[in-house]
């Protein structure tokens, strides 16, 4: 990954852990948009999985679980702490959160989850 890309990904963790899950996906966006191989890949496991949270906090589940499923199949193909983003506690969160919204429960925004980057 490139200083660019390094950059984007940095802002929309922060983005993310911000709960702004459009702005974040709009961040790694622009890095995936250029990126290659495994960097694509992981960049569109975020991209899904922040998409995921947004829909989640719009109320519309259907779309969230759709989501949750691609960025967690992506995802699970990486390191936990892949490029330094440190997604362990946020990927449980998401397989937690998946099944809530697939039963038609909502998640209170205290539960959404947070990535560690270093």
Not at 73 to 82: G, I, T, V
Not at 83 to 102: D, F, L, N, P
Not at 106 to 118: C, H, Q, R, T
């Amino acid at each position: 990954m490139n200083e660019s890309d390094r950059s984007a990904l940095a802002a929309g963790v922060a983005l993310f852990n911000d709960r702004e899950f459009w702005h974040a996906h709009e961040a790694w966006e622009r890095a995936w948009l250029t990126s290659e191989g495994d960097d694509k890949r992981f960049l569109q496991g975020l991209i899904q999985l922040s998409a995921a949270y947004h829909h989640v906090k719009r109320g519309t589940y259907s779309g969230g679980v759709r989501l949750f499923d691609a960025a967690l199949e992506k995802l699970a193909r990486f390191p936990p702490d892949h490029e330094g983003v440190e997604r362990s506690q946020a990927i449980a969160a998401a397989e937690r959160h998946r099944k809530k919204i697939a039963a038609g429960d909502g998640i209170d925004p205290g539960e959404f989850p947070k990535l560690l980057y270093n």
